[in-house]
């Protein structure tokens, strides 16, 4: 079985920094892709930013400039600097593993977080 767990979030007031950490544990060959989706109150799910397995990464517009994902692939990690964060960028927080995969060539399935909460404040 394979756990995400996620760690960082937190209250800052605007402008402020956070860095949002997931590890991923269990029993894994690959994942294919990892990121970072949000949740605020009466929305829905939105894609903030992803990276793949060779690095390439994926922004939404709201984000670019500001953010920045990484990611270690030898420890299964993924990360998220947010930077000039704004009133707006208040959420849950969760982490995504896309196509984790247990051996080669079986599909892979895909994982999320229990989702951190990250509060920016005016």
């Known amino acids: 079985q394979v756990q995400l767990v996620e760690s960082g979030g937190g209250l800052v007031q605007a402008g402020g920094s956070l860095r949002l950490s997931c590890a991923a544990s269990?029993?894994?060959?690959?994942?294919?892709?990892m990121g970072w989706y949000r949740q605020a109150p009466g929305k829905q799910r939105e894609l903030v930013a992803a990276i793949t397995s060779g690095g390439i990464t994926d922004y939404a517009d709201s984000v670019k400039g500001r953010f920045t994902i990484s990611r270690d692939n030898a420890k299964n990690t993924v990360n998220l600097q947010m930077n000039s964060l704004k009133p707006e960028d208040t959420a849950v927080y969760y982490c995504n593993a896309k196509d984790v995969r247990v051996i080669a060539w079986q599909r892979g399935n895909n994982y999320w977080g229990q989702g951190t909460q990250v509060t920016v404040s005016s």
């Open positions: 269990g029993t894994i060959f690959s994942i294919n892709a």
